[in-house]
């Protein structure tokens, strides 16, 4: 046997032999093993606790939901100015705007306030459609306009301008005034100058008394 071969026997056999450094490196295994496990355990589980919590995933594009409304609001309000510079206000229950390509809002509950020579004035329709480039308002179903003076028009699916101050329909329109009630097939209205033109089968029923 050649002297380089005989000298690694002999380092290997001092190796495994008992109380040689195989023996002293178990040794220091079985105690620190054991505690980097437990150091390991305990800093997992303080983790969440901490404060600065930076988080990060992954989406599937197939399995997000993805809103069909642009735009969903509960009690919301718009608002804008006449042709004059006076506000109005449109208050709704509920509005939704579907696309951001498309400029309308469909609204339900809503009350429309504006300000006119005589006192301020208030539109109210269960549903409608806002345009919000034209700021004009069509009314799906029943409408009432009514101001403090005692003017009050009742109709249904008309179109209302808030920057002129203007309202049309051609569905059946009644409605009352100081002077008396009225009804027709047609109306164009000016509700800030209280003018009223009614076509098809116009009808005014004059109440004695009603101007003082």
């Known amino acids: 046997m050649s002297e380089a071969a005989s000298r690694e026997r002999e380092r290997k056999q001092g190796w495994a032999s008992p109380g040689g450094a195989h023996d002293r490196v178990v040794r220091i295994l079985k105690i620190a093993l054991p505690a980097g496990i437990g150091m390991l355990l305990a800093f997992l589980a303080l983790v969440p606790l901490g404060k600065d919590k930076d988080l990060s995933f992954i989406l599937d594009k197939n399995k997000v939901e993805v809103a069909k409304e642009r735009m969903r609001v509960a009690s919301a309000r718009y608002r804008g100015e006449d042709d004059a510079g006076r506000p109005f206000s449109i208050d709704a229950r509920s509005a939704v705007q579907q696309t951001s390509r498309e400029p309308i809002v ?107």
């Open 106 to 212: 469909d609204i339900l509950g809503m009350s429309a306030r504006m300000g006119l020579e005589n006192g301020p004035a208030n539109l109210t329709a269960d549903k409608a459609r806002y345009n919000l480039d034209t700021e004009t308002v069509n009314v799906i179903g029943p409408i009432l306009f009514n101001t403090t003076d005692g003017y009050r028009l009742e109709t249904r699916d008309v179109a209302v301008d808030m920057t002129t101050r203007t309202l049309s329909g051609q569905d059946g329109i009644e409605g009352s005034m100081p002077l008396g009630r009225f009804s027709a097939d047609n109306v164009q209205a000016d509700l800030g100058e209280r003018k009223v033109v009614l076509t098809g089968r116009a009808r005014l029923r004059i109440e004695q008394g009603g101007v003082r």
